[in-house]
T-cell receptor, first 113, second 109 residues
Framework: SQQGEEDPQALSIQEGENATMNCSYK?????LQWYRQNSGRGLVHLILIRSNEREKHSGRLRVTLDTSKKSSSLLITASRAADTASYFC?????????????FGKGTKLSVIP | ETGVTQSPTHLIKTRGQQVTLRCSSQ?????VSWYQQALGQGPQFIFQ???????GRGNFPPRFSGLQFPNYSSELNVNALELDDSALYLC????????FGPGTRLLVL
């Protein structure tokens, strides 16, 4: 079953604009991660934010986490055509006994040159 | 590049057959996980191996089985293939942060 749900399902922006994607989840988490997938191939880890953190930055990426609302957002600033990909949030649930990532359905981002 | 490799890249099988997919994990990683990704969906956790023992399993039937070898490479075996098994199969090494291979695309006819 899907733990996270990304919103929107698809997003189309012009190069240079900012892109914001949201993720909502259902149960308590240890951490929340964002991954990128190009053209149905392997996923690339972007950033991890722990349950006791509220905001984290990595280059052009900014992630926020609101555990009271069970939601997270990923902001990509000054987007580039190379950012075109699907973006997934994934959660790790405490006490699961393994490092099981539970993914949402993803947001498909298209950056138009 | 993550250093995780998978073989084969593509595979076509018929219903009822058996398939074995292979994964070489990133050097030093003793934990490997397998995920199934249907078209248009997010990856679904199949199972995880830690030091050659299964260390967690998702909601998949027993016909999905796996192995991890002493060098931490891994296999995913699927018996009695069904049409719904058509998907991208992803292997990932690491624990909290996972490093994914490029995947094996399986088509069951």
């Amino acid at each position: 079953s899907q733990q996270g749900e990304e919103d929107p399902q698809a997003l189309s922006i012009q190069e240079g604009e900012n892109a914001t994607m949201n993720c909502s989840y259902k149960t308590s988490i240890n951490n929340l991660q964002w991954y990128r997938q190009n053209s149905g191939r392997g996923l690339v880890h972007l950033i991890l934010i722990r349950s006791n953190e509220r905001e984290k930055h990595s280059g052009r990426l900014r992630v926020t986490l609101d555990t009271s609302k069970k939601s997270s957002s990923l902001l990509i600033t000054a987007s580039r055509a190379a950012d075109t990909a699907s973006y997934f949030c994934a959660t790790v649930i405490p006490g699961a006994g393994s490092y099981q990532l539970t993914f949402g359905k993803g947001t498909k981002l298209s950056v138009i040159p | 590049e993550t250093g995780v490799t998978q073989s084969p890249t593509h595979l076509i099988k018929t219903r009822g057959q058996q398939v074995t997919l292979r994964c070489s994990s990133q050097s030093g990683h003793n934990t490997v996980s397998w995920y199934q990704q249907a078209l248009g969906q997010g990856p679904q956790f199949i199972f995880q191996y830690y030091r050659e023992e299964e260390n967690g399993r998702g909601n998949f039937p027993p016909r999905f089985s796996g192995l991890q070898f002493p060098n931490y490479s891994s296999e995913l075996n699927v018996n009695a293939l069904e049409l719904d098994d058509s998907a991208l199969y992803l292997c990932a090494s690491g624990k909290e942060t996972q490093y994914f291979g490029p995947g094996t695309r399986l088509l069951v006819l």
